[in-house]
């Protein structure tokens, strides 16, 4: 009987690649693109943002993993995911979801007009085009098989919140990324230089992801995997979560045959 390969050893989720997981398939990108845009979204476009979107899912997982584990809990709860907001503002993303989760529902504040009278929410009026809120639940596959990935598992409502993040996030990323292809570029958004008075403003850096993709280049009808990554940098204000989303977008957006 031949003798099977040792497996190696994995002290635990966190040391597993979130490269290894592709959960959100390129057709049902190109179906949240197809949402907002009637533009062409190329290959490498619909795996860069999918990417995107795993990166930040497996951070906020993450967190709210951290969350229940100094609660000796391995099934994460919505007050988990509230944690891992609190204690990363890298991680307040897909905000449009907020207002339709009852996990948020107290804090996301209350709106008044100018004579101090609360303004009710606006009805939501039924539209043909799905919106990302409708469109949630063809994430919960992919949020499923993140969460298998970091060995843990969710309460329904958690899983819910986190595919109703997904949609918005992913729909807010192609939103940006078509107005990139309309305006050209990266055009509203810059970067920030704190000096002392008196001195020189520091050259921009050659690696400032902002410089970088601040002027597109192909043609206006497609949206290519450089107008993803300039889309990401505005939907990912900085820190430590962008520049690692935008690292594994272009690993994962090689120009290969593959895939």
Do not use: C
Not at 83 to 107: M, R
Request: aromatic share 4%; charged share 25%; glycine share 8%.
């Amino acid at each position: 009987m031949t003798a099977q390969p040792a497996r190696p050893e994995r002290s635990g989720p966190e040391t597993a690649s979130v490269m290894d997981v592709p959960p959100f398939k390129p057709p049902l990108v190109k179906a949240v693109f197809r949402d907002v845009t009637p533009m062409h979204v190329s290959r490498l476009a619909a795996r860069a943002a999918a990417s995107v979107t795993r990166t930040v899912l497996t951070e906020i997982i993450d967190g709210a993993r951290r969350a229940a584990a100094e609660e000796s809990r391995k099934r994460l709860v919505p007050g988990d995911l509230l944690s891992a907001i609190d204690g990363n503002v890298e991680l307040e993303v897909g905000t449009k979801w907020y207002d339709h989760s009852p996990t948020f529902q107290g804090l996301t504040g209350v709106v008044h007009d100018a004579e101090g009278v609360i303004v009710p929410s606006p009805k939501h009026s039924r539209s043909r085009r799905p919106s990302a809120v409708v469109g949630a639940h063809r994430f919960e596959a992919g949020v499923r098989k993140l969460l298998r990935s970091q060995g843990v598992m969710a309460v329904p409502a958690m899983v819910r919140d986190l595919r109703g993040i997904a949609s918005v996030f992913l729909t807010d990323l192609a939103r940006d990324a078509a107005m990139v292809v309309r305006e050209g570029g990266v055009k509203r958004f810059g970067s920030v230089a704190l000096v002392m008075p008196g001195e020189p403003a520091p050259p921009p850096s050659l690696r400032d992801p902002l410089l970088v993709l601040s002027t597109r280049r192909g043609d206006g009808r497609t949206i290519g995997r450089d107008d993803v990554l300039a889309a990401t940098t505005i939907q990912l204000f900085g820190g430590n979560l962008r520049q690692r989303a935008l690292t594994e977008a272009r690993e994962a957006a090689q120009d290969t045959s593959a895939g």
